[in-house]
């Protein structure tokens, strides 16, 4: 029988993250290779994978995180079961390992097959799948290019947000802090109203003018009152037009302003568990 050291474990359990006697049991089963035991502890992500298929994961860890030329980011959910996993020290450590290899890919397909310590993304969960015992899946993939990438990761890894600035400028940093905390606290729709889905604007002006209608107003007033309300809508659901949580009394686009009258805010990305 090949002896199992305790050396050999950790190393397994350093490589996989899978727990002591798994990795242990792991080794006993391949008679002490290494990479055979890996194949038995993947093998049985796989298992538990297809157990867990139909389930729900709609905890996790929402993860915003830049490059270091703060000119790309990216922001991911690495989805579980459970609040408990998704606390979990090294489920997050995770899904900030995971967001590092997202940011040189460009959609969740590429991510999903880039290269993760010898294997795919995706047989990285299927394995962490066998460990944790729960369903693992990449949830959100956001990617943003900008001349300023900021980011903001709202406590608990509940919200992650991505804000891209049109110049990198001193001060900038604050800036971008602040416009992302404001994205992931007011969960705007879209950056201006030319960004609002044509759709959508049909149809808060056919709430508005029945509301209107039962307030008794004339039908030939519907269509000015309603572009009214439409304005007041653009104001609360669009990033620029949204009133600063840091002081109501301008908007974000002036906040952003306020560094330089040129600056403004090219794009955001919002991600969040559920």
Not at 14 to 22: E, H
Request: overall charge neutral; aromatic content about 4%; glycine content about 8%.
């Amino acid at each position: 029988m090949t002896k199992i050291t305790a050396a050999d474990v950790m190393k397994l359990r350093k490589t996989t993250g899978a727990g002591m006697m798994d990795c242990k049991n792991a080794l006993v089963e391949a008679e002490g290779n290494f990479d055979k035991a890996i194949e038995i502890l993947r093998k049985k992500g796989q298992k538990v994978a297809a157990k867990r298929a139909d389930r729900e994961s709609l905890e996790g860890a929402a993860i915003a995180i830049v490059n270091d030329s703060k000119t790309v980011g990216v922001s991911i959910v690495l989805g579980c079961e459970t609040d408990f996993v998704g606390k979990n020290e090294s489920f997050v450590n995770l899904a900030h390992q995971l967001a590092k290899v997202a940011l040189s890919q460009s959609s969740k397909e590429e991510f999903l097959a880039a290269n993760f310590n010898g294997m795919s993304v995706s047989e990285k969960l299927i394995e962490q799948t066998g460990v944790i015992g729960e369903k693992l899946e990449i949830g959100a993939f956001e990617r943003l290019e900008a001349p300023f990438v900021g980011s903001y990761i709202h406590a608990g890894n509940k919200i992650a947000t991505l804000i891209g600035l049109s110049a990198n400028l001193e001060g900038i940093e604050v800036i971008a802090k602040d416009v992302a905390m404001q994205t992931a606290a007011m969960n705007p729709i879209a950056l201006n109203e030319d960004g609002v889905d044509a759709s959508v604007i049909e149809k808060e002006i056919e709430i508005a003018k029945d509301q209107l209608r039962q307030e008794g107003k004339p039908e030939a007033m519907l269509d000015n009152i309603a572009k009214g309300k439409l304005k007041r809508f653009f104001k609360d659901n669009t990033l620029v037009n949204q009133a600063f949580i840091k002081d109501a009394k301008i908007s974000v686009a002036d906040y952003v302003k306020s560094l330089d009258s040129n600056l403004t805010v090219t794009a955001f990305k919002r991600v969040a568990l559920g």
